[in-house]
């Protein structure tokens, strides 16, 4: 099966980002695909380049990165959500004339429609949080 990941919650203020990945290893040790994961509302955190956990707590912004890389998963930002709260790449930070970005590497940002197409190409769409 294809499925596709939205997560809501914040990293870190509730088990939503952690349920998250360990669905997303489960679905991907069983053979499944996960096609996108998309970061919505106050999810679009995970992507922060500054999350900076201690040494002895997961880093889920790590985390999604490296499963992104070894599986060729999608990671998107909600770009609505993420200008509200603060999170830019490098080209909405020079649209709005901003003098830093912090969009972790590995994830983009994008609008909704994204999250419409992953729940078109997928047999199943999951959310986490809310």
Request: aromatic letters at 12%; one cysteine or more.
């Amino acid at each position: 099966m294809i499925f596709s990941l939205a997560i809501y919650a914040a990293p870190y203020t509730s088990q939503a980002s952690d349920s998250a990945y360990r669905f997303a290893l489960a679905l991907l040790e069983n053979g499944h695909t996960l096609y996108r994961v998309f970061f919505y509302q106050d999810g679009v955190h995970t992507a922060s380049s500054l999350n900076t956990p201690p040494q002895d707590e997961i880093h889920f912004t790590h985390n999604w990165q490296a499963l992104a890389q070894q599986h060729n998963i999608d990671l998107i930002v909600c770009i609505a959500a993420a200008l509200k709260r603060g999170l830019l790449n490098k080209q909405e930070a020079s649209r709005y004339d901003k003098p830093a970005f912090n969009l972790a590497e590995g994830f983009e940002i994008s609008g909704l429609g994204q999250l419409v197409d992953a729940a078109v190409i997928s047999d199943r769409l999951i959310t986490f949080g809310g």
